[in-house]
C-alpha cells in the first residue's frame, strides 16, 4: 500500500515562515491536497493539486511538490495557523491516501 | 455557502448498529460524490467510503468492507453510512466531506464538522 509520510510536529515563530513536508515514492508523479484541522471544526482544504489556493484561503498559504516530497509552505506564520496539517493524494491504483498528519505550534 | 452536516452518531456496544446521517446544502448535490472520512482518537484521518453522485457505485474501506453501507437520497441532499458489526476501533469522529474531481485530481473541498462514534461496553 502507498504511504505518505510527514513530520509529527513543526514549529515556527509569529512571521516566520513554516514548511511542511509529505513524502511518498515518486510523489511528484501524483496531486498532492492538503487539510488542515482545528479541534471541534471542519477540516479545510488549504491548497489542492500541488499548489492551487480555494477561494478563502490567504495567499500565505503555498504549495510545491517534487520528486518524492510535497511541501505545504505558510509564510508570515499567525497564531490562527496553528492546527493539524494533513496531505492526501488519490489515484485509481492506491486509492484515498492520507498523510499521517503535522501539529504546527505557533511558537 | 456550502454546509454539511453530520448526525445520529453516539454510544453503542460492540457488534451493534448506528447510522449516521450528512445533510448537505449550498450546492447541487445530485451532482457530486460524497466520502466519509473518520479520525479515531489520538490518529489520523482515514478514508472510509464513497458514493458516486447518483449512487450508482460504492466504494469501501478494507477495514469497513462487509460492515459499513453508504448510501444517498438526492431527494433529500443527504448521505448514509450504515455502521454493523461495530468494534471498539471503530470509534472515531466520522466526516462527511465533498469530493471535487478536477479531472486528474480527487480531494474533499468541503467537509462537516463531524460525528462522534463511540464502541463501548
Known amino acids: 500500500s502507498y504511504v505518505l509520510t510527514q513530520p509529527p510536529s513543526v514549529s515556527a515563530a509569529p512571521g516566520q515562515t513554516a514548511r511542511i513536508t509529505c513524502g511518498g515514492d515518486n510523489l511528484g508523479s501524483k496531486s498532492v491536497h492538503w487539510y488542515h484541522l482545528k479541534p471541534g471544526q471542519a477540516p479545510v482544504l488549504v491548497v489542492y493539486e500541488d499548489r492551487d489556493r480555494p477561494s478563502g484561503i490567504p495567499e500565505r498559504f503555498s504549495g510545491s511538490n517534487s520528486g518524492n516530497t510535497a511541501t505545504l509552505i505558510i509564510s508570515r506564520v499567525e497564531a490562527g495557523d496553528e492546527a493539524d496539517y494533513y496531505c492526501q493524494v488519490w489515484d485509481n491504483s492506491i486509492g484515498w491516501v492520507f498523510g499521517g498528519g503535522t501539529k504546527l505550534t505557533v511558537l | 455557502e456550502v454546509q454539511l452536516l453530520e448526525s445520529g452518531g453516539g454510544l453503542v456496544q460492540p457488534g451493534g448498529s448506528l447510522r449516521l446521517s450528512c445533510a448537505a446544502s449550498?450546492?447541487?448535490?445530485?451532482?457530486?460524490?460524497m466520502s466519509w472520512v473518520r479520525q479515531a482518537p489520538g490518529k489520523g484521518l482515514e478514508w472510509v467510503s464513497a458514493?458516486?453522485?447518483?449512487?450508482?457505485?460504492?466504494y469501501y474501506a478494507d477495514s469497513v468492507k462487509g460492515r459499513f453501507t453508504i448510501s444517498r437520497d438526492n431527494s433529500k441532499n443527504t448521505v448514509y453510512l450504515q455502521m454493523n458489526s461495530l468494534r471498539a476501533e471503530d470509534t472515531a469522529v466520522y466526516y462527511c466531506?465533498?469530493?471535487?474531481?478536477?479531472?486528474?485530481?480527487?480531494?474533499?473541498?468541503?467537509w462537516g464538522r463531524g460525528a462522534l462514534v463511540t464502541v463501548s461496553s
Open positions: 466531506a465533498k469530493e471535487r474531481w478536477t479531472g486528474t485530481a480527487l480531494f474533499l473541498d468541503y
Open positions: 449550498g450546492f447541487t448535490f445530485s451532482n457530486y460524490a
Open positions: 458514493i458516486t453522485s447518483n449512487g450508482g457505485s460504492t
